[in-house]
Structure formats: C-alpha cells, structure tokens
Nanobody, 124 residues
C-alpha cells in the first residue's frame, strides 16, 4: 500500500508559476514510476506528466510540454511538478499517482495508487 499526499496548489495569475509536491509513504517508492494527472470540472482526468523510477525517462502531454517539468527525489520519497507560464486552461485539480506495472504512462488505468489532489486555479 502506498499513500500519496499532494500540496503546493493555489491561486496564481496567468503567466505565473507554481510548484506541486507529492510525498509518498512506503519504502519501495524508488521502485515505482510516477505520474501527474489533472481534472477540470466537467472533464475527464487527463495525463500531464510521467517519470520513470530512476528519473531518466520523462513524459509530457503536448499541452504542457515546454512549460511543466516533472522531477523526483527518491531519498525524500517525493515527486514534483514545476509549472511555469500558467494559463487559465491549466486550472484543475492535480493528482499524483503510482504506476507499478509496465503499461503506458499516458493511460490513467495503468496507475495503482492516487493522492487526494490539490487545486490549481489560474486567473486571467
């Protein structure tokens, strides 16, 4: 069992930056790939970014490529999402998740554990 807690969300103006953090419990965190997803009101949860267990492979949705950066610190059992040049359409609840298997990073069904989410609101 892995428990995830996200924090760092908030209200920011368009063009601003935020850094989300996700703290994980469990001694096997460093063995797992991780991902960030987001869900806006009335929309499905969508992939944002993913990172392999070593941090050597990174994956991004086209909508955030060049603006968001995913990273991890296995010594701190944490994964991060640095968000820059934020747009109103980035407004959503952001979730981190654990992927234990070898499936696609882009598919939310491949993720096994989820945090409770943190709200990000970007004002125009």
């Amino acid at each position: 069992q892995v428990q995830l807690v996200e924090y760092g969300g908030g209200l920011v103006q368009a063009g601003g930056s935020l850094r989300l953090s996700c703290a994980a419990s469990g001694r096997t965190f460093s063995s797992y790939a991780m991902g960030w997803f987001r869900q806006a009101p009335g929309k499905e949860r969508e992939f944002v970014a993913g990172i392999s267990w070593s941090g050597g492979n990174l994956y991004y949705a086209n909508s955030v490529k060049g603006r968001f950066t995913i990273s991890r610190d296995n010594a701190k059992n944490s994964v991060y999402l640095q968000m820059s040049s934020l747009k109103p359409e980035d407004t959503a609840v952001y979730y981190c998740a654990v992927k234990r298997g070898g499936g696609s990073y882009y598919d939310r069904d491949e993720y096994d554990y989820w945090g409770q989410g943190t709200q990000v609101t970007v004002s125009s």
